[in-house]
């Protein structure tokens, strides 16, 4: 109810503005949203800041034009948007901030199970020991899960019905994808000499 009534409050369409200024102020609201959220803004969520005839991806690219040179990004990820700091300057951050929980720190191993999953979601732990050749430890599979990169999928139709494992949100924002689809196909890994699987 709280929702509602702070919408109504909202002055969406600035008709008392000029127009380049109602612009900038629809700009501005989006940035506020994006920089006040943890996780990727949906453009439906976005669409309820600002006129109805505003084009929210247009906004969008002027506001990813205006961040040009600053030391954050407005990034597409997991359908949505979100404000992300610069790669460039991570060590600048590690070096001034305790940013540890935020570091993934996986192991290769770990990194090998993730792409597996990632690529053959919903998959068992069986699945997973057809492609490995060897069971994969409950420890690995806790510390995908710990960092929400991992999660339960649908119980598999065989005997027993145990877990699947997918991937999760986290996951795409954690690597940057916008969805599933961007992961790199499986040709181009070994083109680059990489295998999705090990």
């Known amino acids: 109810m709280a929702k509602d009534h702070s919408e109504a409050d909202l002055d ?7 127009a380049d200024l109602r ?15 943890a996780s990727p803004v949906p453009r439906e969520d976005l669409a309820r ?14 506001l990813a034009a205006d961040l040009e040179g600053r030391s954050f990004e407005l990034a597409k990820v997991a359908g949505g948007w ?17 940013v540890g929980e935020q570091d993934l720190d996986l ?13 053959h979601q919903p998959i068992t732990r069986d699945g997973l020991k057809d492609i490995f050749g060897k069971e994969i430890s409950r420890d690995v599979i806790g510390r995908l899960h710990a960092r929400d990169l991992i999660g339960t999928g649908p119980r598999s139709p065989r005997r027993g019905s145990p877990y699947t494992y997918v991937t999760t949100q986290q996951f795409l924002v954690a690597f940057g994808l916008e969805s599933l689809l961007d992961l790199p196909d ?13």
Request: a negative charge; charged letters at 30%; zero cysteines.
């Open 107 to 119: 192991r290769e191993y770990d990194v090998a199970v993730l792409a597996a999953i990632a690529y």
């Open 23 to 37: 612009w900038r102020e629809w700009m501005r609201r989006i940035e506020a949203v994006l920089f006040a959220s």
């Open 186 to 198: 499986r040709e181009q890994l070994e083109d680059a000499g990489l295998s999705a699987e090990p």
């Open 82 to 98: 979100l404000l992300r700091t610069r790669s460039a300057y991570a060590p600048a951050i590690r070096a001034a901030a305790d």
């Open 12 to 18: 969406r369409e600035l008709t008392d503005l000029p």
């Open 49 to 62: 800041v600002v006129g109805q005839g505003a084009s929210v991806d247009l906004l969008i690219e002027d």
